[in-house]
């Protein structure tokens, strides 16, 4: 007997491997028929194709997969004529990269990677792969990353090719590699960020001997390209369970190389919830911030890795801040300023795009904002404030300011949620009253230019900058008032100084 899910790797049901075998079969037996079809084109050449990998392990778990993903015998021209065939005038074919082997089509919506049996070759310092063909698809299946990953499905007889114990690792949750891990990892590095990221998507555990592997192999990772170790990240930070598998990162010292922030929170107190260190609150305001994560119509759908990345790096800075004052308290001033140009530096050293960066380090720098608010009230220029300098990033700064409360202080604890249920009471009453999310001066430039008599200049953008404060201060004015305040402000300030700069020029 054994343990499967039923497409949730944390519900299990007591079932017997045939019965697994079973269930997957007549999901295989369920392809579309133009993939059995070219199955029989294969076995027509020759040639064998079959299902392998993701596909079928997820077959194996009860859910269903997009990737259609195969493996064969033959070699890419005679992969590319088959093909061919296969889409006639109804389909396309494109190259994926042929000097690995691998060729995609698409036939009736219907989208196929085929890849030629391989057996790779490492040179211990390069971070590509020697491609070398195979002959055998058990041989082919060695060099794939673990044993759950290692399982194959024949076509067009749905026969199911298992030697290395993938389906018991899979009942079990355990990743294991195919061969020796410290070949495994030796050869591609990057198996070893898979191993934690499955661990994440997946539910799974990693066996014990692949798990000392990874900490003795851990420093390899480093010849492994940022782009590609990023990827890994998020899809780590996008599964169901990210919490343990940065536990594990750690654990294993693959923090170390990819994201050192994170265990050198390890030991540092928090001055505000001294129970726990930053390491730990960081986690949890990480699981507290994903389960404030909205469905596909709400305004922060999940999983959400901008909100995600930022609650686990909000108090990164901590180790860095930390100060000891008289009385023995200990402080972090500004770390969330400094927070956020450690985490804009780290993103860029892991090649993230530009956009993300700036969303992730945004946040970081404004999660402590509210907090002022929970001491005293704010006025409505103070709200108009956090509103505009949340910008586009509001609704995640809301759900990252609530995850971060982990004080078990019950009595904190609700007076931290009904001081924010109350700011975002503010927030919506004052946007009914005006476009709080998209303040602009009651005057443009152009106006301001016509009413002063200016030409464009330094002295248009102090005017705008002197509008758009009095409009937070006090809200919308009017056109009018909003004049007559631009002129009695400009005859006493802004005049002098425009001549001023003026007669500077004129030297």
Known sequence: MTYVTNGDTRRVERIGIDTVRTRAQSMFRALPASVHELGEMFEGAGQELALVGGPVRDALLGRSSDDLDFTTSARPDETERILRTWVGKR???????????????????????????????????????????????????SRRDFTVNAMAVRLPSLEFIDPFGGLEDLAAGLLRTPVAPEQSFSDDPLRMMRAVRFASTLGFDIEEGTARAIGALAERLTIVSAERVRDELVKLMLGD???????????????????????????????????????????????????????????????????RFAALMHDCAKPNTRRYEEGGVVTFRFHEVVGARMAKARMKALKFDKETTKAVAHLIELHLRFHGYSDSEWTDSAVRRYVTDAGDQLERLHRLTRADCTTRNKRKAQRLREAYDDLEKRIAELAEQEEISKIRPDLDGRAIMQILGLEPGPAVGKAYAYLLELRMEEGPLGEEEASKRLQEWWAHNGAHDSASATRGNSK
């Open 91 to 141: 389909g396309a074919i494109w190259d994926m990269g042929r000097e690995f082997g691998t060729l995609g089509a698409q036939l009736d919506g219907v989208k196929v990677e085929i890849t030629t049996y391989r057996t790779e070759e490492y040179d211990p310092n390069s971070r590509k792969p020697q491609v070398a063909y195979g002959d055998t698809i058990d041989g082919d299946l």
């Open 241 to 307: 369970h990210p919490r343990s598998a940065l536990e594990q990162m750690v654990d294993l010292g693959l923090a170390e190389i990819v994201l050192p922030e994170l265990p050198a929170m390890r030991l540092e107190i928090d001055e505000h919830h001294r129970h726990k260190d930053v390491y730990t609150h960081s986690l949890t305001v990480l699981e507290q911030a994903i389960d404030l994560e909205t469905g596909p119509e709400g305004p922060v759908p999940g999983p959400d890795f901008i909100l």
